[in-house]
């Protein structure tokens, strides 16, 4: 990835030298994982360790920064009327094809700031979960926490692929765990249309 070291202008480029840190870590996370070096990060945004540090005092409150947006995302679709369980698990397996990190945070970390994530998740999930048990297309022993879990073993196991394969992973790896959750077995795979 290429950067350009930002001339130091003091306080005034605070908010821009923060979002360029977001943007950069997005970037990353998605392609290299959680783990990625924090120098690596610091570089793509063309700021130095200490900007960093002042913005994020640690990895975890940068990933926090990057991935709320996809929270939001994921809170607000599920807060429309008629979103189904189909509609908010699409979405969370796009977010885990673009990012596995971001399933990774929410479905394995013991921090307790991921963990307050991981309940907006399951909290998300809770009305469609109910309305899709409701119609009978769910089975009654499906929790939220089974959802989340489904979620966090496909985003594991495309965290070991290249971008390219994971739509077509995911698919099949939803193939096999889906069945097990939905009483009619016509049910369309929770992936909506293919981005390509």
Do not use: C
Request: net charge neutral; no cysteine; proline share 6%.
């Amino acid at each position: 990835m290429s950067h350009t070291r930002r001339p130091n202008r003091g306080p005034s480029a605070a908010a821009e030298n923060r979002a360029a840190l977001i943007a950069a870590a997005r970037r990353w996370f998605a392609t290299e994982g959680y783990d990625v070096p924090l120098t690596s990060i610091a570089r793509t945004a063309g700021v130095g360790q200490g900007s960093l540090y002042r913005h994020f005092p640690d990895r975890a409150s940068l990933a926090l920064a990057v991935f709320e947006e996809g929270v939001e995302e994921l809170e607000g679709l599920a807060a429309r009327p008629g979103t189904t369980l189909d509609d908010v698990l699409a979405l969370m397996t796009r977010q885990a094809i673009a990012s596995t990190a971001f399933v990774d945070m929410v479905s394995a970390s013991a921090d307790a700031r991921f963990v307050r994530v991981r309940e907006r998740v399951v909290e998300a999930l809770r009305e469609p979960l109910a309305r899709a048990r409701q119609a009978g297309r769910v089975h009654d022993y499906v929790t939220t926490d089974d959802l989340v879990t489904a979620i966090g073993l496909i985003a594991a196991l495309l965290a070991k692929l290249p971008a390219a394969e994971r739509r077509e992973t995911a698919e099949r790896a939803w193939l096999l765990l889906f069945r097990g959750m939905i009483t009619d077995p016509r049910t369309p795979l929770p992936l909506g249309p293919s981005d390509h």
